[in-house]
Each structure stands twice: as C-alpha cells, then as structure tokens.
C-alpha cells in the first residue's frame, strides 16, 4: 500500500487492504455496505491501476509491504 507510483483513492486503499486481508469481493460488500458487483468492478480498477493480472498478484505484491 506505500507504493508511491500509483495513485489510489482512500477507498481503493480500503478495499486493496480487505483484498491483502483474504477477504472476497461478497465479504468487503457487506463490511463496507456496497454492493458484491461494485467491489468486483473496484477490485478490477485496482488490478488496473496496478498493473496486476489477478487478485493472487495485488496480495503477492502488497501484502508483503
């Protein structure tokens, strides 16, 4: 999540720890009150944002920060 390179807002950074955590996309929804698809199409932002291909890439890459 100290990566200075890409830009995520206060919410992405919410939802990219959640994901780091292990949580699904159905378990951060109910945790943040959203919907399960609008996690998905966040998480998908996220994975863009960090030029990760899958959700196993963004916890290698940021959960050993």
Known sequence: ??????????????ILALVV????AKE???RLSRSKRTIENAIAKIK???N???KYELIY?????
Not at 1 to 14: C, I
Not at 21 to 24: D, I, M, N, Q, R
Not at 61 to 65: A, D, E, N, S
């Open 61 to 65: 890459k940021y959960g050993h920060q």
């Open 21 to 24: 955590k292990g949580f699904t």
């Open 48 to 50: 863009d944002k960090t």
């Open 1 to 14: 999540l100290n990566d200075t390179s890409v830009y995520l807002s206060r919410r992405e950074q919410e």
């Open 28 to 30: 951060i929804a109910f």
């Open 52 to 54: 990760c291909a899958s």
